[in-house]
Structure formats: structure tokens, C-alpha cells
Nanobody
Framework: QVQLVESGGGLVHTGGSLRVSCAAV????????IEWYRQPPGKERELVAS???????NYADSVKGRFVIFRDNAKRTAYLQMNNLKPEDTAVYLC??????????????????WGQGTQVTVSS
């Protein structure tokens, strides 16, 4: 059974940087596609960045040029590097990850999982 563990949120001043991560915990599992969402206080959840299994990235206009999505296959971890942060980036950040694993009898198992969310607060 695969679980996702998010980490890396925190408090930072305007212009600062943070990196949030999302690790897949389990045996014989790898991350394929990744999406990072955020939900500001009192607002709808929005897609911030995505990375396909083929390596194609997409970003919301509001973060383009400031955020970078990437993964470390060896660590089975997805990342969102956030630079030049602004107060409007304050939100709970959540990862959604597609995983590929194998059972003890080598049957492939695909799953789509959500992280628990991590708070990012940018002070002005």
C-alpha cells in the first residue's frame, strides 16, 4: 500500500523561497504524473503546476517563472520549488500523484493519491 507524505511548508517573507515535497512511501512503487494544487483561505482549490509522465510541465499564469515542478525518481519524491513568493501565494498546498507499483506476483498497480496538504504563508 502506497502513502504520500507532504512536507516543506512554512512561513516566509515576500520575495523568499520555499520547497514543498511529496514522497511516495511504499515498496516497488514509482511516481509517474504529478499535480500541485493550492487552496487559499476562503477560496477554491486551483491547479498550480503539473508534470506528466513524459516530462511535460505546465504552470498557472500566476506562478509562471517563479515556481518549478520536478521529481526525483530515486527518492520517489515530487517537489514544488517556489521562488519570489508573494502574499497572494499563501495557501494550503496539496500534491496529487499518479503512482505505478507492483504486487508480490508482479502485477502492475496504478493509483492516484492526494497528499495531506501543507501550509505556506507569505508575509508582506
Amino acid at each position: 500500500q502506497v502513502q504520500l507524505v507532504e512536507s516543506g511548508g512554512g512561513l516566509v517573507h515576500t520575495g523568499g523561497s520555499l520547497r514543498v515535497s511529496c514522497a511516495a512511501v511504499g515498496t516497488r512503487v514509482s511516481i509517474t504524473a504529478i499535480e500541485w494544487y493550492r487552496q487559499p483561505p476562503g477560496k477554491e482549490r486551483e491547479l498550480v503546476a503539473s508534470l506528466t509522465s513524459g516530462g511535460t510541465t505546465n504552470y498557472a499564469d500566476s506562478v509562471k517563472g517563479r515556481f518549478v515542478i520536478f521529481r526525483d525518481n530515486a527518492k520517489r519524491t515530487a517537489y514544488l520549488q517556489m521562488n519570489n513568493l508573494k502574499p497572494e501565494d499563501t495557501a494550503v498546498y496539496l500534491c496529487k500523484v499518479d503512482t505505478l507499483g507492483y504486487t508480490d506476483t508482479d502485477e502492475p498497480v496504478v493509483a492516484r493519491l492526494w497528499g495531506q496538504g501543507t501550509q505556506v504563508t507569505v508575509s508582506s
